[in-house]
């Protein structure tokens, strides 16, 4: 079995504490040597003053390994995204996280007349503009917005189709639906890569709210482990802990060798657990 490797996803600041948080995130994270470090849009895309494209040029002068920018097609039209990854492009940024994204302020998901409607068609559209390596978004308990599971994997085929190459899921906690989820991709024919997405639980009374809004379960074992613990306790840390490594231990033994880690710009909780990562497996 192979040795895993992974990759780590960092969002934006909003503000300076935000922004300290995430420099020294970065600098703490990139010595393990991420096979790369992604940068995520804010909420809408990068709309105007999203930071983006900012973040991910300065880090990619900084950092010691490749990184990745997050396009949406909500972010701007056809001609604004080509030339967007056109300057990542130039800057030696060459591997795009290409989403549909959500429009600000609205409930359901209208495509731009003048953009890309959906991720299928930013893939393709990227693909003309430079031979990026492209990843893409995978719902291993269902997007919101879809009809079925079986409707998000006719999805998910035409993105890859077009030319995506690597699927990161949404988190989970119970490693059975990833691997239940990668199972149902190969029986549909589709052929690249599936990353698990794991979610460090730094609090587990914010997680649970953001995983209802993305429709991921956190089950019911979890609740009891963590009641009555506070955020700011060694406890909750520990415990933390443990999610990740029985997460990771149990999809390797599977299998997997590959894993991507939404950081939260957060670094001790990922710093350990992928010094442990390199070194225990």
Known sequence: MSKPDFSLEVFPPKTAPTALSLWKASQELAPLSPAFISVTCGAG?????????EVALVMAQQARCPVAAHMTCVSGSRDELRQLAK??????????????????????????????????????????????????????????????????????????????NRIITQFFFDPEVFLRYRDRVAAAGIDAQVVPGLLPILNFKRMTQF???????????????????????IDHRL??????????????????DFFHI??????????????????AF
């Open 45 to 53: 895309g990068n709309v105007p003053g999203d930071s983006t494209k």
């Open 87 to 164: 300057d990542y492009w130039n800057s030696n940024i060459r591997h795009i996280v290409a989403l549909r994204g959500d429009m600000p302020g609205q409930e359901r998901y209208t495509p731009r007349p003048d953009g890309f409607a959906y991720a299928d068609e930013l893939v393709a559209g990227l693909k003309e503009v430079a031979d990026f390596d492209i990843s893409v978004a995978g719902y291993p308990e269902g997007h919101p917005d879809s009809a079925s599971q079986d409707k998000e994997l006719e999805y998910l085929k035409k993105k890859v189709e077009a030319g995506a």
């Open 211 to 233: 995983a209802a809004r993305c429709q991921a379960n956190v089950p019911d074992f979890l609740h009891k482990m963590f009641e009555g613990v506070e955020a700011e306790d």
């Open 239 to 256: 415990l933390a802990m443990n999610v990740l490594s029985h997460q990771i231990t149990r999809l390797h033994t599977e299998g997997v």
């Open 262 to 279: 939404y950081t939260l710009n957060e670094s001790m909780l990922t710093r350990h657990v992928c010094r442990w990562l390199r070194e």
